[in-house]
């Protein structure tokens, strides 16, 4: 795949997926104030408001793990990289990428089945919502399998991030550049 390929593949995602946090940020920050008015403006509450903050909390946090790792917002150890030469900069990082890639995918895994197990009960939230809504007729309520699998599927977007740098660092060894190069070059595509 030529760096071409994956900059046009990677960019829409990373615009798709920016739109989708920002709108989550603005929606948590609506519900939030319309909270905080209705309590100590008319001293009253929404029943579900915390609540759903919560769970849109925990979808932020496990969507945003691949732009803030992109960004090097994620503690990384570099000290033993940035003082190897050149080839065993690169097999280290390899190594460490793919234990990396390899933990991902174990919590992707273990994540999935936590979600299926637990999450059968319904969103107490979503539940006085749609009661409010819907009165008698109120659809079936969703259960927190919705709030669980934020764990497996911001765990499987870091995962490809993290197959994507295993090939980049693969793909330098016999091609010349160095670690820096490669990540570097890796920062630059994201910037764009």
């Known amino acids: 795949m ?7 593949i990677q960019r829409p995602f990373r615009i798709a997926l920016r739109g989708l946090l920002v709108t989550l940020v603005g929606a948590l920050l609506t519900i939030m104030i319309i909270q905080i008015v209705l309590r100590y403006g008319f001293n009253a509450s929404l029943l579900w408001a915390e609540e759903v903050c919560r769970y849109m ?3 932020l946090a496990f969507l945003a793990v691949p732009l803030a790792f992109e960004r090097g917002e994620v503690a990384s150890l570099t000290f033993l990289s940035a003082r190897l030469p050149r080839v065993p900069a690169l097999v280290l990082a390899c190594v460490t990428t ?3 890639l390899l933990l991902c995918l174990l919590l992707v895994w273990y ?10 009960a319904a969103i107490p939230a979503l539940r006085f ?3 409010d809504l819907f009165g008698d007729n109120a659809p079936p ?16 977007l ?9 090939v980049l660092c693969a793909r330098a060894i016999p091609g010349g550049q160095t670690l820096e190069e ?3 070059r890796a920062r630059l595509e994201m910037a764009e």
């Open 2 to 8: 030529t760096a071409m390929t994956t900059r046009s």
């Open 57 to 59: 909390l925990i979808w």
């Open 98 to 100: 793919g234990l990396s």
């Open 111 to 120: 994540g999935w089945r936590f979600a299926e197990m637990a999450g059968r």
């Open 129 to 131: 919502i749609l009661e």
């Open 141 to 156: 309520t969703p259960g927190t399998f919705w709030v669980y699998v934020a764990l497996p599927i911001g765990m499987g």
């Open 158 to 166: 870091l995962a490809l991030r993290f197959a994507g740098d295993l």
């Open 182 to 184: 490669v990540l570097d």
